[in-house]
């Protein structure tokens, strides 16, 4: 239990640093707006993430209760979607577009709800989820809906520490990609790493 659950931390972590639309927003947020309104953003995000770990719980596990044959057809498919997620990021560019929005100044509360709805209403989240989760379950025949919610706050936590970090450092941030002309690529293939990584742990023993 203890190896998976760092193991799931180690790849959160990673997935969390690795640029994607939800940290460049909370960045942009931040940049444009201030510190405190990023965080805000990231606790929208974070948020929603428990309807999806909700999804993923109940439904995956009524799955494996019902038949564990479909369950490993669940990961296979995880593994396929994890590859091809992997491989859009390897046919995407090398530099990372950060720009300060032009919009009118949305409050806390509202850039909060407005992370809230990102969030809820992405269904590629349940479906990386339902990708990810299942490879890092440590007792199959136990309570999984009890181990799809421990999965669900270790990521959520570990995910909003990293935003909240990338809010608060957002000019220091900024800058470093900005005059690194590797980072781009550094960050893209730490991404492609981690997705074609855990594609593979599904299928350990």
């Not at 960045?27 to 770990?53: D, F, K, P, R």
């Not at 809906?145 to 935003?163: A, E, K, P, R």
């Not at 690194?180 to 593979?200: C, D, E, P, S, Y």
């Amino acid at each position: 239990m203890v190896e998976l659950l760092l193991s799931f931390s180690i790849a959160t972590m990673a997935l969390a640093i690795s640029p994607g639309p939800d940290n460049i927003f909370v960045l942009t947020q931040s940049i444009s707006n201030g510190s405190s309104y990023g965080i805000a953003t990231t606790a929208g995000l974070i948020s929603g993430c428990i309807v999806h770990t909700t999804l993923v719980a109940f439904g995956i596990s009524a799955i494996l209760m019902a038949s564990e044959v479909v369950f490993l057809m669940i990961k296979f498919a995880g593994a396929v979607y994890l590859l091809y997620l992997a491989f859009q990021v390897y046919k995407s560019g090398n530099t990372l577009m950060i720009t300060s929005s032009d919009s009118a100044k949305k409050s806390h509360y509202q850039l909060f709800k407005q992370g809230v709805i990102m969030n809820i209403l992405n269904p590629k989240v349940t479906i990386f989820f339902m990708a990810f989760f299942p490879a890092f379950l440590w007792d199959a025949s136990g309570n999984t809906i009890v181990q799809f919610y421990i999965l669900g706050v270790v990521f959520m936590i570990i995910s909003f520490i990293i935003f909240s970090s990338i809010a608060l450092l957002s000019g220091q941030i900024s800058r470093f990609i900005q005059q690194q002309k590797n980072a781009g690529k550094f960050l893209k293939w730490l991404q492609i790493i981690v997705f074609t990584g855990i594609a593979v742990f599904l299928f350990l023993p």
